[in-house]
């Protein structure tokens, strides 16, 4: 679609006013706002494609209260959602024309932090659910750099918006824990075996276990009641789990926990896996295990793998390079899981992997122990389920990897033996968002025909489709993702398998009659265009 041309003097966008789908819109409807005129810092981009995210469903959920939101009134301010999107430059500030021009397109890193202000694409920036937007220094000058990645010409709109989601998955599998104490940052050795003499790093207290858990110098209250804790905890001999709670309470973002237990502690410990996933905190044994990778040849559980998040994750292991040789893939759905077969079985059997599927909410009995006899190398969880990490992390193998890829919220705690960290050398991990860098190697895969993003788009519509492709991503209706066209005003929102009755000319290019094609988007454009 070319840039060249006026754009129009007026364009549709979609607000956000509050909590519930019902304040999505006005009456319903996206409304009709004048196109604003970059200033010389500025660029004026048109919004081409814009994936529907989970996460937009969370802002829907909590309105105002949501913790990107906070203060920002919806009534007066509302928001323009859209995080995955697709963009093209019409219009270039006096002062950017040296960097940029008319017609460079592009994907968006959302996760935007300027002067180390949170300034995410979506949320605080007006998103691409709308047909034009404004980028300005916050996007192009950010604390990482520019936020904006150019496009090859030859990658097209709705694969080029299922970058970010695809860079979310990819970021699951390039976490650490291999940690290191911090010279300046407070940590706390707790040491309940006597007669240990140990060196310590200053800034680093020494605790025998004994009455209340010391606090950290510096607090704060963010996260879960503390930004500013320990950053690093030892556990050396075995404390309490009274001990072990109250000191893990106390842990900053991205703080490390070094386990050394000479026995099981007294019994299971409350373990806050909402701030695994979003405060990066990692649980650490006494052995390396730093195998952020699917292990090759190995036995992977995916939990909510037939959601449009679980189809990635399934599409991405069983093209790695040596993938794993079992595959289990459990699902509340059997539409669902029927299209994992259907998408994924020719290929599963091509790598040489068994894939195993099973309705849990028909099936709850699960044979593990025929599946996988010495336990699961790999655990990955798509669905926000506290059951389901207390469920799997027994089931892990030594050396095993459980990873909480849906994250429930901080202060939300599973019951664990943590003693398996010791025992099996297991880790328990989480990875939220993605950075630049997981980006552009998604990108990087895309364009050099590593990774077809493409194939995990199961509906599209036109921008008046947007409110119900809301619901539909709520309900869980389509088995992979939706995609917006917010230059095509009224495209029903259509499975790519009902095109046939929509756009048989678009259906007639997909492939296998079900995946996304260049040549599919081109007719689908051009159609409009000609309309």
């Known amino acids: 679609m070319s840039a060249e041309g006026n754009p129009p003097e007026t364009y549709w966008r979609w607000h956000l006013y509050g909590a519930g789908l019902e304040n999505v819109g006005r009456d319903g409807k996206a409304e009709q706002v004048p196109l604003p005129e970059p200033g010389p810092d500025e660029i004026l981009v048109r919004h081409d494609a814009c994936g529907i995210c989970y996460s937009d469903i969370k802002i829907i959920a909590l309105g105002g209260e949501h913790p990107r939101l906070a203060g920002r009134n919806l009534q007066t301010e509302p928001v323009v959602m859209g995080h995955e999107v697709t963009l093209t430059a019409v219009k270039v500030g006096d002062n950017r024309r040296g960097e940029f021009s008319v017609g460079q397109r592009f994907v968006v890193q959302a996760d935007i932090f300027y002067k180390g202000v949170g ?20 996007v192009i000058e950010g604390d990482e750099g520019n936020y904006l990645i150019p496009l090859m010409e030859s990658t097209h709109d709705a694969e080029a918006a299922l970058v970010e989601p695809w860079a979310c998955v990819e970021a699951a599998y390039h976490w650490s824990h291999e940690r290191e104490w911090q010279a300046e940052q407070p940590g706390i050795f707790v040491n309940s075996k006597r007669g240990t003499q140990v060196d310590l790093p200053e800034g680093v207290l020494f605790w025998n276990g004994a009455g209340e858990v010391p606090r950290p110098s510096t607090e704060g209250d963010a996260g879960n009641g503390v930004a500013s804790g320990y950053y690093s905890a030892v556990f050396y001999g075995t404390p309490t789990a009274r001990v072990f709670e109250e000191t893990c309470a106390l842990l900053a973002r991205n703080a490390a926990v070094d386990l050394r237990f000479d026995v099981p502690l007294d019994r299971p410990v409350k373990v806050d896996v909402g701030r695994i996933h979003y405060d990066g905190h990692a649980y650490i044994g006494p052995h390396r295990n730093d195998r952020s990778e699917l292990r090759g040849g190995g036995i992977t559980w995916f939990i909510g793998a037939a959601g449009p998040m679980g189809m990635m994750h399934v599409q991405r292991a069983l093209a790695l390079p040596h993938p794993p040789h079992r595959l289990l893939c459990t699902d509340r759905h059997d539409a669902r899981l029927k299209a994992v077969k259907e998408r994924f079985g020719a290929l599963a059997q091509s790598r040489g992997v068994e894939l195993i599927l099973v309705n849990v909410r028909t099936e709850p009995e699960i044979d593990f122990s025929a599946i ?89 519509g036109g921008l008046n489709a947007f409110r119900d492709g809301l619901a539909a991503v709520k309900d869980s209706r389509f088995p992979g993702k939706t995609v917006i066209f917010p230059q095509i005003p009224d495209l029903p929102l259509t499975a790519l398998t009902d095109l046939a009755s929509v756009r048989p000319d678009v259906y007639a290019l997909l492939r296998d009659g079900r995946f996304w094609t260049a040549e599919a988007e081109e007719a689908l454009l051009s159609g409009a265009q000609n309309n």
């Open 372 to 460: 996988a006899p010495n336990g699961f190398d790999d655990v990955v969880i798509m669905v926000p389920s506290v059951e389901a990490i207390e469920q799997s992390f027994p089931l892990l193998a030594q050396d095993g990897i459980l990873n909480i890829f849906a994250g429930v919220a901080r202060g939300v705690t599973a019951t664990l033996d943590i003693g398996d960290i010791v025992r099996k050398n297991v880790r328990i991990v989480g990875t939220t968002g993605s950075t630049i860098a997981d980006m552009r190697e998604v990108l990087i895969k895309l364009e050099s025909g590593q990774l077809a993003t493409g194939d995990s788009l199961a509906a599209i």
């Open 119 to 138: 300034m995410a694409y979506g949320y605080a920036i007006a998103g691409g659910m709308s047909q034009y937007g404004i980028i300005g220094s916050e």
